[in-house]
């Protein structure tokens, strides 16, 4: 019984009614056919055994080049010349009807109104057939893209090049550049060059250096100069290569007898591969068959030409049908776009035999139907693993179904092509949407990783949990609690197994299995006790926490306990950016990572507010105690998605270690490890620090430089200093107020060691209120400049808008030193300007209607955006001298400091740039608009009197004023 199906549709490509080839080709429908055909035939092989490696990869390779779409008529080689019609796409060329093969099937069809007429094809290389380059491909292996780098290729030199061999003729292969990778030796001999000629030698030359004139009669340039006649046949090569052969005038017979050789290495490629082609003149009405279509007949019991067979009785050839239909189209004007027309069929023989028949319209260059060809293959045993693969996907997917805990699969990048009924229910999101979900999006926390840790997690953008592991079970690993997103959003925790198994193309993926353990949890959590656990994160309190490092000290061990307590950098921005509970959910984010990822042996806990503390009861297990300090800050550093924003939290962390000799209680040891962390947050972001004898002798000179501080500012013992705020020209347009502190025994202290002991010991306000009442006085006196009154800037860090009696403070200061408005600058950091309370938005608009303007201090370092500028309630912008630095050399820095300027301008804001120092920074913040400058390379912070004296004198000197620009 024989059960036929066709379909019209598009099907390879044709050149245009202009002749021109398209850009871009389409693949043919049928190429994945074969692709997936071989790579099921390599599969089945290797269930089934005895089969050689380099038998299934020919086979596979044979089965894309065979299913290839050959290049489209017309289409036109890398030297320019148009490229006729191939004999390889199993298109006979017009035969006599007395050829034995030939039968005459129907009347030629005649020329109807739909079908143009069309002039001969007059390209002199359309007498030349090419090569079909997939052919090439499948026999002799791929050849490389491009030449190693700093020279040609060498005739003996390895590489896919030299797998492709050339014929005796003269021959060149080039790339897609026309330069010359490799030659034979005929090429040489009638080129009259070598190898080892540096200046006449062929190989990384240009093919036009060689060869001039058009294909159909060129001249080869020998390398005494002379000149030969030679035609040009050019063919295509894998990874964008073609060749180049030469024929001589007179070698014409030659050149027919290589075609003939080559058609016969064509049939038995195709006797190989189990496909066989035919075609059919219009112009004649006969059909031609291969040799090898005629054995691929006669193999499956086919009678081609009619009669009885497996097919059973049937008048006509086998591939009457197909020519009849395409001929009924051409007749009927029906084409695509392109005039392209294509006919499938498949042949049901018994016994599970199937014949996959192929057929299209071949034209000419101008479009006028020439001929039909077809291909017909034998695709039995694709078909029948087909349905063996379909069998086993339904068996596992009946298995999936029926497990009752989640089940999920997720592809190498990390997403989710498929889960079971019992997942979708778990996270309650249907498998459409769940589908193509990233694992990361699953979890309702995604931990960040430090590159030198997990480098392959942190360029995959994978998650913490999803590692990349060998395939097989014996590598599968569990984790205890995880907390999954539902659809909902809230969290549902799960014990996730995860392994790795591989598909049936090779590739690898994650099998997850999910089990619901809320209940389980909930149930853990009851048997704790409130009093030492902490409310928020679960973790155990600071009272837990000394209770254990007491029993710990008490233990024979004691010499190997360990405390590493963390604190988070500047955590205070989140919650005052995104609000208590984005805090609380990064919180809580950590102690999970905590708990999880912590050495055996160690316990962590939380103090308060966003310092947590680790207590482990024998670093030597943990690596040692740098080793355990370092996992500690690692663990405390991530990238926390929080309400969809991805925040980085760097933690500063100290390390304390009970003293070889006499006692030492728990209280003792944390205070020592917070001490050690607060002098690494001192000293940078992030830091590790040690406490060691000198730490904690520092820490105790720290209280009594509060102490010391906390009296010279009672005492009046503090003084100011001033730097000069210039325009373009060095006029002076404000100065800043910069304290100091001459100690009576230590000297003078600099701000950066005295500041941050204000801050911890509360003293902010109060040296705020100090600097601000002697400025105004001090800057009341000062005399005219040029004729104009001369501002002072002070700036406020805790002396803010936000307090309730900003306004009065600073009313009451000012009035009493009797300074104008209009002389009083305020400067504040950014984040002190963000999301100001209505209260202090209406005292800083009170003081700037009568003449107070306020400045944004080292504008960019802080956490708002560009976009907050407009925000701002501020006058002045100032550049931080952090971009400042390299304005003139890093392009990032100059692009943030235009970007600040501009929006400034924009916006009616002035702008000053900070620790200006050298020539070339003032002509790039000029050139870009900066209104006033601020550095060394105009002056450096001057005393009071030396200030006054300032004033009274002229310009300062600028680089604009020395060009006199």
Not at 811 to 835: F, I, K, M, N
Not at 837 to 857: C, I, K, Q, S
Request: proline share 7%; charged share 25%; aromatic share 4%.
């Amino acid at each position: 019984m024989s059960e036929f199906g066709h379909r019209f549709g598009e099907g390879f490509d044709d050149a245009d009614a202009s002749g021109a080839a398209p850009a871009e080709p389409p693949a043919a429908p049928i190429s994945s056919e074969a692709v997936a055909r071989a790579d099921l035939l390599r599969s089945r092989h290797a269930v089934f055994g005895d089969v050689r490696p380099e038998a299934a990869r020919f086979a596979g390779q044979l089965a894309r080049a065979i299913a290839a779409k050959p290049a489209p008529h017309g289409e036109r080689a890398p030297g320019g010349t148009a490229v006729p019609e191939e004999p390889e796409r199993g298109v006979a060329a017009a035969e006599p009807v007395t050829d034995p093969r030939a039968v005459r099937l129907v009347e030629p069809p005649r020329a109807t109104g739909a079908e143009p007429q069309h002039a001969e094809r007059t390209d002199p290389g359309a007498a030349f057939p090419r090569v079909l380059p997939a052919l090439r491909d499948a026999a002799f292996g791929p050849a490389p893209l491009a030449p190693p780098s700093g020279g040609a290729l060498a005739p003996d030199s390895p590489g896919g090049v030299e797998v492709v061999p050339l014929p005796t003729a003269p021959s060149l292969v080039c790339d897609r550049s026309e330069r010359v990778l490799r030659v034979n030796p005929a090429f040489l001999r009638l080129s009259g060059r070598s190898l080892d000629d540096p200046e006449l030698g062929p190989l990384g030359r240009r093919l036009p250096q060689l060869v001039a004139g058009p294909d159909a009669d060129a001249r080869l340039i020998r390398g005494d100069g002379t000149l030969a006649r030679v035609r040009v046949i050019r063919w295509e090569l894998p990874g964008g290569l073609h060749a180049v052969l030469l024929v001589e005038s007179g070698e014409q017979a030659a050149a027919d007898l290589a075609r003939e050789a080559d058609r016969r290495w064509r049939t038995e490629l195709e006797r190989m591969a189990r496909v066989g082609t035919w075609s059919y003149e219009l112009s004649t009405a006969t059909l031609t068959r291969s040799e090898t279509l005629q054995e691929l007949y006669r193999s499956v019991g086919i009678d081609a030409d009619g009669g009885a067979g497996r097919l059973g009785a049937r008048s006509g050839p086998v591939e009457g049908e197909q020519v009849a239909v395409l001929c009924q189209s051409l007749r009927s004007g029906a084409r695509t776009v392109d005039h392209h027309v294509d006919h499938h069929v498949e042949l049901r023989l018994p016994g599970d035999r199937m014949l996959s028949c192929r057929a299209e319209v071949e034209r000419a260059a101008d479009g006028t139907p020439v001929r039909l060809v077809g291909m017909v293959r034998d695709v039995s045993t694709q078909r029948l693993t087909e349905g063996r693969v379909r069998s086993s996907g339904q068996r596992f997917l009946d298995l999936m179904s029926l497990v009752p805990n989640g089940v999920g699969l997720i592809d190498p990048s990390g997403r989710l092509i498929d889960a079971n009924p019992a997942l979708c229910a778990l996270l309650d999101v249907p498998l459409e949407r769940l589908r193509g979900t990233s694992a990361a999006a699953l979890t309702a926390e995604q931990d960040g990783f430090e590159p030198d840790r997990n480098a392959h997690v942190a360029q995959d953008g994978l998650p913490g949990w999803l590692r990349r592991i060998p395939p097989g079970a014996r590598h599968a690993y569990r984790i205890d609690a995880l907390p999954l997103l539902r659809g909902d959003g809230t969290r549902v925790w799960c014990e996730v197994g995860v392994s790795v198994s591989l598909s049936d193309d090779g590739g690898a993926f994650w099998l997850i299995v999910c089990t619901d353990i809320g209940e389980r949890r909930r149930a853990a959590e009851l048997l704790r006790s409130a009093g030492t656990t902490d409310e928020l994160t679960r973790l155990p309190n600071r009272t837990a926490a000394l209770e254990l490092v007491d029993r710990l000290l008490a233990g024979a061990g004691r010499d190997r306990v360990a405390l590493v307590c963390g604190d988070l950098d500047d955590f205070a921005r989140v919650n005052s950016s995104l609000g208590h509970e984005a805090g609380d959910d990064m919180l809580i984010t950590l102690a999970g990572r905590l708990q999880r990822e912590l050495p055996f042996g160690c316990t962590a806990a939380r103090l308060s507010g966003d310092e947590f503390v680790v207590i482990c009861a024998d670093h030597g297990e943990a690596g040692g105690p740098d080793v355990l300090a370092r996992t500690v800050a690692d663990l405390l550093r991530a990238t926390v998605t929080v309400h969809g924003r991805p925040v980085h939290l760097t933690a500063s962390v100290g390390l304390a270690t009970p003293a070889p000799t006499g006692e030492v209680r728990a209280a003792d040891l944390l205070r020592f490890a917070e001490v050690a962390m607060h002098e690494a947050k001192r000293q940078t972001r992030g830091g590790i620090g040690m406490a060691t004898d000198g730490v904690v002798r520092s820490a105790t000179r720290q209280l009594e430089l509060e102490a010391e501080l906390r009296a010279a500012i009672a005492d009046d013992r503090l003084l100011l200093e001033y730097q000069p705020v210039v325009g373009p020209d060095g006029t002076v347009l404000s100065a800043e107020a910069l304290i100091r502190w001459p100690h009576p025994e230590r000297g003078m202290i600099s701000p950066a060691d005295f500041l941050p002991v204000a801050q911890r010991g509360g003293l902010l306000r109060e040296l705020d209120q100090w600097v601000l009442r002697t400025a105004a006085r001090e800057a009341a006196t000062w005399p005219l400049h040029h004729g104009r009154r001369i501002a002072v800037a002070v700036n406020l860090a805790g002396l803010l808008p936000g307090d309730t009696d900003f306004l009065a403070d600073v009313t009451a200061t000012v009035s009493d030193a009797g300074l104008a408005w209009d002389r009083l600058v305020l400067e504040l950091v950014e984040t002190s300007l963000v999301a100001l309370p209505p209260h202090a938005l209406a005292a800083m608009a009170e003081l700037v209607e009568r003449g107070v303007r306020f400045a944004v201090d080292d504008f960019g370092t802080g956490y708002s955006s560009l976009a907050r500028l407009k925000d701002l309630p501020a006058q002045t912008v100032k550049v931080d001298r952090a971009f400042v630095t390299g304005v003139g050399t890093d392009p990032a820095d100059f692009a943030v400091a235009r970007a600040v300027v501009d929006m400034a301008r924009a916006m009616g804001r002035t702008t000053v740039a900070e620790g200006v120092e050298t020539a070339e920074q003032f002509h790039v913040l000029r050139g870009i608009g900066v209104d006033a400058y601020q550095g060394w390379l105009f002056a450096r912070s001057l005393r009071a009197e030396a200030m006054r004296e300032l004033l009274a004198g002229g310009r300062l000197p600028t680089p604009a004023a020395a060009i006199g620009a």
